[in-house]
């Protein structure tokens, strides 16, 4: 449902659209303000630490660098691409989904981006600035804090759409000069880019696929919802000016922050278990005890704000993926109150991830799951777009056939990736281990590649090809 507005640019109202189409006379904005609103979400430090596993993962310097830049590179290609579909349609991504997935297969990737954007991602970046906040103002119980940054974050997207644009843009304003004094007071630190001898002359693929990984899951996270923030703008609006202000945003952003946490905790962790110290101690406070007193509460003031500003995309795209799941509650503010809901879900988790404390494995973790998915995800979607010839993507979105081909190849793509490459502590697949490993004298398997976001996109959008042909309802 949709409701016209004197100023449809207007910050203070609660946005009443949800998954339809938005007016042509609610349209407004520029390309560039998606360059802000991708800087700004990621000026946090769940993006320091992402760049801080490619230590723990045993890489020096420059290979972790070199992985944080190719896992980002690929996610911000996409995600310029995917944020171009937005003004065409005037849709959330999630719906424009059913055209490769169909009426009833987009249940499942749109089920999986309420879980892990909504729930999932709002409980990683809000247990970052729980810690922020806590050591900022001294006394705070953790437990306050954590009350506090969600409040802050489902307050703004219950608001909706034009308010979260004014606060990314401003929050970026105000904190990037911040962040660009924390790149250079941290890569001019002594021993920053300092390599330890080696104690192999073989390349650690194992811990450069995962950094790799990582990197990805964080940026590519992002592209499950890119058109839900550009779908205000102008049908006619031009998509190579949009598809590089949103794809710059995500890839700059991520890469000049993730490259700042692994240059920093190279010499933060040198000499120590990087897995050991960081469980033992608060890894906001590790980075932050790195800057004078007076500077690193500014520094802290920024961290808090980047995990308000990254939640706030993360619980509003969580509400829309439910809605273009299809369900009806017959209420105008409908999006608002499926926000609320999203927050409550998922300060209940960001609970429990505070009262437990090892922060480094819980991200690694969720990261890489998030790769697994959204990378056959943005395949299969892609490729659909292809092959679909210039079609109007909106109206086939808004009918949706009972097509099977795309929620086909996902799945067994995804099954597949995950059983033959994934490479976690739980799991390691059969034909990562027959690629690459080490077997240690105690038997244990260690130092295999995780290859599974990439085959996973490479045989999801070839099984949509072979799929697509058979199944007369993808046409």
């Known amino acids: 449902m949709t409701t016209n507005t004197p100023n449809p640019a207007s910050a ?8 339809q189409p938005i007016p042509a006379a609610e349209r407004h904005g520029k390309p560039w303000h998606l360059f802000t609103v991708w800087s700004s979400p990621n000026l946090e430090f769940a993006t320091v630490f992402v760049g801080a596993l490619a230590i723990g993962f045993g890489l020096n310097i420059w290979q972790g660098i070199l992985a944080i830049v190719v896992g980002n590179g690929l996610a911000g290609l996409t995600h310029g691409i995917l944020s171009t579909w937005g003004p065409e349609a005037g849709l959330p991504q999630m719906v424009l989904g059913r055209n490769a997935f169909g009426k009833i297969g987009n249940l ?57 644009q004014k606060w990314e843009r401003y929050a970026t304003y105000v904190f990037a000069i911040v962040w660009l004094i924390v790149v250079v007071t941290v890569v ?86 990087f897995w050991a110290l960081t469980a033992e101690k608060n890894p906001t406070g590790l ?52 926000v609320a809901l999203a927050g409550l879900v998922g300060g209940t988790i960001s609970y429990i991830g505070v009262a437990n404390g090892d ?43 009972n097509s099977w081909a795309g929620a086909a190849a996902f799945v067994i793509a995804t099954t597949f990736s995950i059983w033959g490459f994934c490479s976690q502590v739980m799991y390691t697949g059969p034909l990562g281990i027959a690629l690459h490993h080490i077997t240690l004298d105690n038997g244990a398997i260690v130092d295999v590649p995780d290859l599974t976001a990439l085959v996973g996109f490479i045989v999801a959008a070839g099984l949509f090809v072979v799929f697509r042909n058979v199944d007369k309802n993808a046409k």
């Open 12 to 19: 203070g109202a609660i946005e009443t659209n949800d998954v």
């Open 108 to 164: 499942i990737p749109s089920g999986l981006s309420t879980l892990v954007a909504g729930i999932g991602w709002f409980a990683v970046n809000t247990v970052s600035g729980t810690f922020a906040l806590q050591a900022l103002v001294g006394g705070l119980n953790v437990f306050a804090a954590l009350a506090i940054i969600i409040l802050a974050q489902v307050g703004v997207a219950f608001v909706g759409h034009n308010l979260i």
């Open 188 to 273: 001019t630190h002594a021993g920053a880019f300092d390599v330890a001898p080696a104690a192999s002359a073989d390349f650690p693929w194992a811990g450069f696929t995962l950094t790799a990984g990582a990197a990805y899951g964080y940026t590519a996270g992002w592209t499950a919802f890119a058109s839900d923030y550009t779908r205000y703008l102008p049908a006619n609006t031009n998509k190579r000016a949009l598809g590089w202000a949103a794809g710059l945003g995500n890839f700059t952003s991520t890469t000049l922050i993730m490259v700042t946490g692994a240059v920093a905790f190279n010499f933060i962790a040198k000499g120590q278990n």
């Open 287 to 338: 980075f932050t005890d790195l800057f004078n007193p007076a500077f690193a509460s500014v520094v802290l003031l920024a961290i808090v704000v980047g995990s308000v500003s990254a939640n706030i995309l993360n619980v509003y795209s969580g509400a829309m993926s439910f809605l273009a799941m299809g369900f009806k509650f017959g209420f105008k503010t409908r999006r608002a109150i499926m």
């Open 359 to 401: 922060v480094a494995h819980q991200l690694d973790s969720f990261l890489l799951v998030v790769s697994y998915w959204v990378a056959p995800w943005i395949a299969v979607v892609l490729t659909e777009r292809i092959l679909s010839k210039g079609k109007d993507a909106g109206a086939r979105a808004l009918a949706p056939k």
